[in-house]
């Protein structure tokens, strides 16, 4: 089975500064696609970015990009210029692709990190 | 699209009663999970639908969970009976084959 492992239970940053949220996943599949999603307080889980595990080339989303190493099974997320509104729980997400005919497609969760932003 | 909507938003239970939390997906989606999230245990999936069927109930706690998905609009989570060790939130998401997933506003359930 796919796990995925946020070692940073918590961190934080200062405004305007960069952060970066690690992400470990375990997996024997070549082909799924990776996740970050943001809590806020509000608890509305919000897509912060993806990517494709087939794509040599890291995602990137305004100021949320991501370092993808596939052969190290890695997926840290950077946040740069941090603001306020990042503070937030995040979690990294795999989802694989199982069982034949490919319809399983099943989504696991980090523990996640807490992100506090200090200004 | 007004995503995913899941009903209630809370839920307050006496230990024994039936609890029975709703989802409509968003209309196309052919995937929908339930998730619980709790302080201790972070986000469990609990069961995972793929075109109305479901795929994987591992996540399921114990008997006393079931989830149903009649139909690609609507899918529920009973328990039945509850115990205050179900306390937490449950989030239903949908999505469409193997792209992200999209998460309702969530069903607070407190069991007392």
């Known amino acids: 089975a796919q796990t995925v492992t946020q070692s940073q239970p918590e961190m934080s940053v200062q405004e305007a500064e960069t952060v970066t949220l690690s992400c470990t996943y375990d997996?024997?599949?070549?082909?799924?696609?990776l996740f970050w999603y943001k809590q806020p307080p509000s608890r509305q889980m919000i897509l912060v970015i993806r990517?494709?595990?087939?794509?040599?080339q890291n995602a990137t989303e305004n100021r949320f990009s991501v370092n993808f190493q596939k052969a190290a099974k890695s997926f840290s997320l950077k946040i740069s210029d941090s603001q306020l509104g990042d503070a937030a729980m995040y979690f990294c997400?795999?989802?694989?692709?199982?069982?034949?005919?490919?319809?399983?497609?099943?989504?696991?969760f980090g523990k996640g990190t807490l992100l506090t932003v200090n200004p | 699209d007004a995503g995913v909507i899941q009903s209630p938003r809370h839920e307050v239970t006496e230990m024994g009663q039936e609890v029975t939390l709703r989802c409509k997906p968003i209309?196309?989606?052919?995937?929908l999970f339930w998730y619980r999230q709790t302080m201790m245990r972070g986000l469990e999936l609990l069961i995972y639908?793929?075109?109305?069927?479901?795929?994987?109930d591992s996540g399921m706690p114990e008997d006393r969970f079931s989830a149903k998905m009649p139909n690609a609009s609507f899918s529920t989570l009973k328990i039945q009976p509850s115990e205050p060790r179900d306390s937490a939130v449950y989030f239903c998401?949908?999505?469409?084959?193997?792209?992200?997933?999209?998460f309702g506003q969530g069903t607070r359930l407190t069991v007392v």
């Open positions: 990517q494709e595990a087939y794509k040599q």
């Open positions: 639908f793929n075109n109305n069927v479901p795929i994987d």
């Open positions: 998401a949908s999505s469409f084959a193997r792209a992200e997933a999209f």
């Open positions: 209309s196309g989606h052919n995937s």
């Open positions: 997400a795999y989802r694989s692709v199982l069982g034949s005919g490919g319809s399983n497609y099943k989504l696991t």
């Open positions: 997996t024997s599949e070549s082909d799924y696609y």
